[in-house]
């Protein structure tokens, strides 16, 4: 039998990016992602049972890179609440056909002996989240009371490990962290690592999103013009979600992404996993497909579920951000801390 061949979608879209969620836990309450009035005591997270194995993972990669995946980046909840995620991290490393293996943390548990293990086993970069720099700001957003310098600690440990450069994502909101907008690119400027604003997102039906509260990424880039003469960079590669600038000082660069103000969707190649296994075509999307199902079924053969991935794929149509403004009544989107960023 033939391999597959890279797909694309109803919208001429390839797939590049696979986004695999380890864990629906997470140790923080963040108020634009888990806010505690609803993931607290009580809430019932996922049983490990439900949970995709390392090597039912690995076999996802496995089918997913001849399609054209050649990214993968492990989400969660957080991913290093996932025990011995290293491991995932090196059976993935060995599948032919992916070329890079990224994280996104909140950086609590990133140590400098986890930072090198992550390392050693083929992870080649990471994200850490950091929304502020000062213990009140920040702990109210976290709304657990973690602190800044443990934060700060983790990307250090990244990059000791040489996990660089290590990319640091900032959610802006206004009236709770968008004044310290200057206070973190100062503190980042000339350290090696790239510091990513990122508008606050309509993800998920729990955080309490309103546009109002959303800090475009034009407001954005004119804080930062009004302290240091800054200009666009050319993208890395085609779907890039960032908009690229650097200091004209020599101060490094920063990122901006802006899915609210000025959408990505036609350049949109990532397709995202949950832990249980559905999978998503659009951050923003409601049922996913029942991928586990699958992949449990011993009667079906890789090629089977490799034909049902293309057909997955080749029927997509989303463009949420590009529609956000036209819809007429809210939907049930899948959470934030379900299927990661």
């Not at 907008?181 to 690592?193: E, L, N, Q, S």
């Not at 939907?331 to 801390?337: C, T």
């Amino acid at each position: 039998m033939d391999m597959p061949q890279a797909i694309t979608d109803k919208r001429q879209r390839p797939l590049r990016d696979l986004r695999l969620s380890v864990t629906d836990r997470c140790n923080f309450r963040c108020v634009y992602c888990m806010p505690k009035e609803v993931y607290g005591a009580k809430f019932h997270f996922l049983p490990r049972h439900d949970l995709l194995s390392f090597d039912e993972l690995e076999r996802v990669v496995r089918l997913f890179a001849p399609l054209g995946v050649e990214k993968i980046r492990l989400t969660g909840g957080e991913p290093l609440l996932r025990q011995n995620v290293e491991q995932l991290v090196r059976q993935l490393a060995a599948v032919p056909g992916i070329s890079d293996i990224a994280m996104t943390t909140n950086g609590y548990f990133l140590s400098r002996d986890k930072a090198k293990a992550l390392k050693d086993a083929g992870l080649h970069r990471i994200t850490v989240s950091l929304d502020a720099l000062d213990d009140a700001t920040f702990g109210s957003i976290n709304d657990v009371g973690a602190p800044v310098e443990r934060v700060l600690s983790a990307i250090r440990s990244a990059s000791a490990a040489g996990l660089t450069p290590v990319k640091i994502n900032m959610v802006v909101k206004r009236g709770v962290n968008d004044k310290a907008v200057i206070a973190m690119a100062r503190h980042f400027r000339f350290t090696g690592h790239i510091l990513r604003f990122i508008e606050y997102m309509d993800v998920g039906n729990t955080n309490g999103w309103r546009l109002d509260d959303v800090v475009p990424a034009s407001e954005i880039l004119r804080q930062i013009q009004t302290h240091w003469d800054v200009e666009p960079i050319a993208s890395h590669h085609t779907g890039e979600v960032a908009r690229r600038f650097r200091y004209r000082d020599g101060g490094g660069e920063f990122g901006i992404i802006s899915s609210v103000s000025q959408p990505f969707c036609q350049s949109c190649g990532r397709i995202r996993l949950s832990p249980e296994g559905r999978l998503y075509t659009c951050l923003f999307g409601s049922e996913g497909y029942d991928l586990r199902a699958l992949i449990r079924d011993g009667n079906l053969s890789d090629p089977a579920v490799s034909e049902a991935l293309s057909a997955l794929w080749g029927r997509r149509t989303d463009q949420y951000s590009l529609e956000r403004t036209s819809q007429t009544s809210p939907h049930s989107k899948v959470e934030m801390s379900h299927i990661g960023g």
